[in-house]
């Protein structure tokens, strides 16, 4: 790959230092310091699990989830709007690990860089990749220079490229917020520089995180680097805290002064999966230290359990009347429950199944029955029983004989039954 025309000669090195120098510190688009944010009482904070807030955190909103059970473990002020700042980038991220998976885009389709995006790599007020004007750039390189780097221009050039301009791209952007359900953002730019009428909020952004790892696994590919090359000028990640812990891959950092300093992180350690969004703290170190505060705090506090149902409920019900004479059932989906830690304990399964058989039509995905979780008196989960395929009504000669066979076999439950109450009595019978 080409140098870019800025580092041509001695020259060029010097001006390229001097951006450096001058390049922000946390992926900030501008450097005045923030105000601090008001001290949250701990009774406006939210845990999960009948026990009191642990600590409040040095940020306007927070909010954090399990990913395997969605479990909200910590929350306030969630809902309040905020600008986004690079935190936008997130959105500009989706959308282009959406084209690769359809296939509009490759990670080695060359993206040839616009003046309007390398006219922000030159500018020291924001966080860049350091494109230049006419580079032909793999997309593979701007996903890190967008997630590593936080670069604006990394994020102009994948709009442009996408949707043919910035402004196009900003459109797009806002149909995959009404798509995803994000209520309560509202985006003006791809890489976030402040705009009027741009904000999201903290549980926005879990969300969007949360639908980020859910549908594209390999996302983390693009935000666990602690480092990034690109044209020898190697950035480190503007997320720290990846240098801190291990537990931690991700997500986005941001920064507009109005705003203060964000950070969205997910963190994984056995079977725990955390994400979560501190927005407005005062500075980027207080993003790394309050997020790690919280990390921690979660990994200590709760524990994941997975229900097994097998043997529960039989793995098959009888079908009359049908082209099958039986059909598979299984629980609709697998559930992780999140509790804090010691309450795992005592939890009782159960199955419950108002019916012995089925008569066709059956539909797939026909609920059929649950599994309950409880402890003590308090059901803490149903999960359904679904049917595993549809079985179509047999021709007229298989309903007859299904009718003939269903006769017989609801007389025999009642033959049973009589015999059970008639020496139920007696004192050696087991009750």
Known sequence: MKCMSLRAGWIGTLLVAGVLVAAPVGAAHHRPKS?????????????????????????????????????????????????????????????TLDALRAGRLSLDTPVTISEKAWRLSIDPTVSKMFLAVGQRVPVRELLYGLMVSSGNDAAVALAEYEAGSTDAFVGLMNQYVAKLGLSETHFMSPDGLPEPDQYTTAADMVKLASLLLQRFPDALTYTSPKEFTFDNITQRNWNTLLLYDSRVDGLKTGHVSEAGFHLVATAHQGDMRLISALLGTPNAEKRRTETEKLIDWAFRTYVNYQPNPAGLAPSSLPVYEGRQPAVA?????????????????????????????????????????TITVSKGSTTLLQIPLETRAAVARAGSFGVLWGKIALFFHRLGHLIKAALWASVSWLPFVRK
């Open 35 to 95: 105000a601090p944010p008001p001290a949250i009482p701990l009774d406006e904070i939210h845990v999960l699990g009948d026990r009191p807030a642990p600590f409040a955190l040095d940020a306007r909103s927070a909010m954090m989830i399990e990913a395997h059970s969605g479990e909200v473990l910590y929350a306030y002020h969630e809902h309040e709007r905020i600008q986004p700042a690079s935190l936008a980038k997130l959105m500009t991220f989706y959308i």
């Open 329 to 369: 059932i299984t629980p609709a989906h697998e559930v992780v429950i999140t509790l804090p830690r010691g309450e795992d304990r005592g939890l009782a399964l159960a199955a419950n199944l108002p019916a012995s058989y089925l008569i066709a039509p059956v539909a797939a995905a026909a609920t059929v029955g």
